[in-house]
């Protein structure tokens, strides 16, 4: 006979029970995390690609998703008519340009791979827009400039190395696989850098401003990393 | 004896300081949870818009007018709203920007592209002061609030007793919380 008291053997089963049950629980999601990640396919085939400079295609601890994903952030007008391009800073003319002045320039189409610092990379996006070199070239480039800052909207800021910057495929664009940039990805315009994380990509770019020295910017001063690139992980500070 | 009861009496006024706060902090705990679920999980789920893209055809030649021209469209896509502009970038391509939606009309085959956002009101607004986007006066609740749940943390830990007071189940439970960010710094890594 048990001589435990009933509201004590109760409150014992009912604890025994909670356990099993969250065992259980625990053990169907880890299976259907586990069958999740077995089954990308996408992401497998990305890990066993290389790219032309031999880096791997998909950097350490990225996954693959087949759409931009919106991520946030405090849009701006996304109205291509209001748009105005600041290129300024140490070059020689500082430049305002309108849409239809960007679109008068060479302008150039790239594939390029983008990589969210959150997981996710986003393969082969054709990219349409004008290179940032050729802006610079616009404005006159000072030889003493050594670092760029992308200015949008409400104050956002991303910095990047000059090198960085100019690099081949970097660029300002406006549409994403022949449609126009939606408004959670920063329309009309934003920066791509597509070999560092995707947050230097400052969304509703609104000036390029090209410096001597360095200036943090918006993520870089909360605790992200100040140069950002994704084969070394760096994420964070 | 009446020295040993003054000693106890503080754990009833504990209990209701905790229980009193602890109903003021409610509202704001579900602000700050909801949308640290969804903050956290931006990278799979917008919580602030339902984002949208559609395609369709309107009939050509259409007016040579800007303004003619949009309202046929908006006509054709049964959107009863006024445009903020119309602006054609090129020629060949009108794009007519209402309030929450863009409409990008090749002028020459009638294509449309719209693309879109709908607010989700609940977590846009809890994200927007989890965020405190509007900074201005919410700073200070924002504050009080994490001053409430500093309280509630330390006054949840001597309120009830327990057979062997802080010492028991409670010291485990409360090393075992502490140590999960610690054992994440060290096995993840650290700033």
Known sequence: MNDQPVSERCRNVARRELILKAAAGTIIVAAGGGWYVISDRLTAKARAETRPDGRPRLPPGQRVISALKPMGGQPGDPNRSALRLKVHGEVEHPIELDFQQLLAMNVVQRQADVHCVTGWSLLGGRWR????????????????????I?????????NVLLREALAEDSMVTWELDDHPLGRPHGAPLRALVPDLYFWKSAKWLTGIRFMRSDEPGYWEVRGYNNHADPWKEERYA | MPERQRRIRWRPWLRAFHRDLGYLAVGLTFVYALSGLAVNHIADWDSNFV???????????????????????????????????????????????????????ATETGRVYEEGQRARLVFRSVNW?????????????ADGYAAALLLLAASGLFMIPGRKGIAGRGAILTTLGAAIPLAYLSCVGSP
């Open chain 2, 129 to 141: 002061l989890h965020l405190n986007r509007g900074k201005k006066a919410w700073t200070y609740f």
């Open chain 1, 150 to 158: 992308f200015e949008a909207a409400h104050g956002y800021t991303a």
């Open chain 1, 129 to 148: 827009g004008l290179q940032i070199k050729a802006l610079a070239e616009r404005a006159g480039l000072k030889p003493g400039a050594r670092h760029v």
């Open chain 2, 51 to 105: 984002n949208y893209q559609r395609e369709f055809q309107v009939p050509t030649p259409l007016p040579s007018d800007d303004g003619e021209a949009a309202t046929l469209v908006l006509a054709q896509a049964q959107i009863a709203k006024t445009p903020v502009d119309v602006y054609r970038p090129e020629p060949g391509k009108l794009e007519i920007t209402l309030d929450d939606r863009t409409l990008f009309v």
